[in-house]
Structures are given as structure tokens and as C-alpha cells.
């Protein structure tokens, strides 16, 4: 049974600061990984998506490593803003189904 | 271009009523998925469709539980009857699903739900 496990829970930065989010799982047979983010009050929002034959994807300030045979992956943010501060979560698919496993996520707050 | 759309955005209602929550996919997209999101449980898949066939209700907690796709652009998740372990945020989510190839999943804002 895949599981998902993200550390840290939460995170308290200063602005400016380089970030790393971690999330770990199982079973390393997937076809693939995503990141999305989370605001209060709000549904998710997809940020990458890695495919299993990839090994980082990046979008403006973010990165995405997969790294499938040890099971982890990393988002990388750069230069942490205030606007970044939200829920950030990591899942990847059930078997070679379309079923998402999540993480339980890092609640990232960057401050002033 | 629209999201995905979910309605209502909260519903507050009596243990043992009927709860209907509705979504209608980005257009074109061919998958639908159903999620709750608890504190206790995090977010889980109750079931998903392609081409408005279901694929997996695996996570569906129980018989009150029911999902359709009356059209390729909508679908509904009722509760009947409800209970106050009900309450959560239901989201609903579309893809493009095309053979070989991964396409993210987009989310909706979400049905506040809560049972009394």
C-alpha cells in the first residue's frame, strides 16, 4: 500500500530564505509525482508535475527533484516571498491507476 | 479560461438530510475525481470517472454515498442520509486523461459541508 509522508509539518521563514520541502513514499513503482499548493479556503493548485523518466522540473522560483529509487522527492523554493506562504503538498498516483495518494503536507509561513 | 467549478461553496444542513454537491469539469477534460478533506484524514479520493464511467469508488465510505455523471461536463456526489461525520470539504477535480501520457489534475475551491 503506497504511503506519503511529508516533513517538515510546518516551516516559519524570513523572506528571502532558500526553502526545501520534503516528501517521501513506499512503493517507488509511479509514474510519475506532483506538487501542488494549497491556500486557505481554497482547492489545490497543481505546481509540477514530474514524470517517472524525469529527474527535476522547474517553474520560475520552484524546483522539483524525483529521485524514484530512494523514494523521495524535494520542491526547491527560491527566495522565499510572503505570497508563498500556503500548504504544500506532494502525491503521487495508486498502481498504474489515476488515483492520487497525498501527503499530509508542509504548512509553510514566510514572513516579513 | 474556467476552472473547475463546485457549488455550493458551503452547506450547512440537519443530520439525516439529503446533501447533493455538484461540479462541472474544465471543458475538454475527460476524468473527474472526488475528494474529502478531513484534519483527521487529509485528503482522500472517493472516486474518479473517465469518460463518465467509474473507475475506482474504492473510496467511497459507505452506501449513503452515491456519484453520477449525467453529461461529460457534470457530476454529482449526494449524501442521503447525512450524518455530522460527514462534515468536511468535498473537492472535485478534472484531467485530461490520454493514453501514455501524465496530465496534472485540476481542483475546484470546494464545498465546506457540515452536518449538524
Known amino acids: 500500500k503506497q504511503e506519503v509522508t511529508q516533513i517538515p509539518a510546518a516551516l516559519s521563514v524570513p523572506e528571502g530564505e532558500n526553502l526545501v520541502l520534503n516528501c517521501s513514499f513506499t512503493?517507488?513503482?509511479?509514474?510519475?509525482l506532483q506538487w501542488f499548493r494549497q491556500d486557505p479556503g481554497k482547492g489545490l493548485t497543481s505546481l509540477l508535475l514530474?514524470?517517472?523518466?524525469?529527474r527535476e522540473q522547474t517553474s520560475g522560483r520552484l524546483n522539483a527533484s524525483l529521485d524514484k529509487s530512494s523514494g523521495r522527492s524535494t520542491l526547491y523554493i527560491a527566495a522565499s516571498q510572503p505570497g508563498d506562504s500556503a500548504t504544500y503538498l506532494c502525491?503521487?498516483?495508486?498502481?498504474?491507476?489515476?488515483?492520487?495518494?497525498f501527503g499530509t503536507g508542509t504548512r509553510l509561513q514566510v514572513f516579513p | 479560461d474556467a476552472g473547475v467549478i463546485q457549488s455550493p461553496r458551503h452547506e450547512v444542513t440537519e443530520m439525516g438530510q439529503e446533501v447533493t454537491l455538484r461540479c462541472k469539469l474544465i471543458?475538454?477534460?475527460?476524468?473527474l475525481f472526488w475528494y474529502r478533506q478531513t484534519m483527521m484524514r487529509g485528503l482522500e479520493l472517493l472516486i474518479y470517472?473517465?469518460?463518465?464511467?467509474?473507475?475506482?469508488d474504492s473510496g467511497m465510505p459507505e452506501d449513503r454515498f452515491s456519484a453520477k455523471m449525467p453529461n461529460a461536463s457534470f457530476s454529482t456526489l449526494k449524501i442521503q442520509p447525512s450524518e455530522p461525520r460527514d462534515s468536511a470539504v468535498y473537492f472535485c477535480?478534472?484531467?485530461?486523461?490520454?493514453?501514455?501520457?501524465?496530465?496534472?489534475?485540476?481542483f475546484g475551491d470546494g464545498t465546506r459541508l457540515s452536518i449538524l
Open positions: 477535480a478534472s484531467s485530461l486523461a490520454l493514453q501514455g501520457s501524465n496530465q496534472p489534475q485540476h
Open positions: 512503493d517507488s513503482a509511479i509514474y510519475n
Open positions: 514530474i514524470q517517472s523518466s524525469q
Open positions: 502525491a503521487v498516483p495508486s498502481g498504474g491507476t489515476d488515483k492520487l495518494i
Open positions: 471543458s475538454g477534460h475527460n476524468s
Open positions: 470517472f473517465n469518460n463518465n464511467v467509474p473507475i475506482d
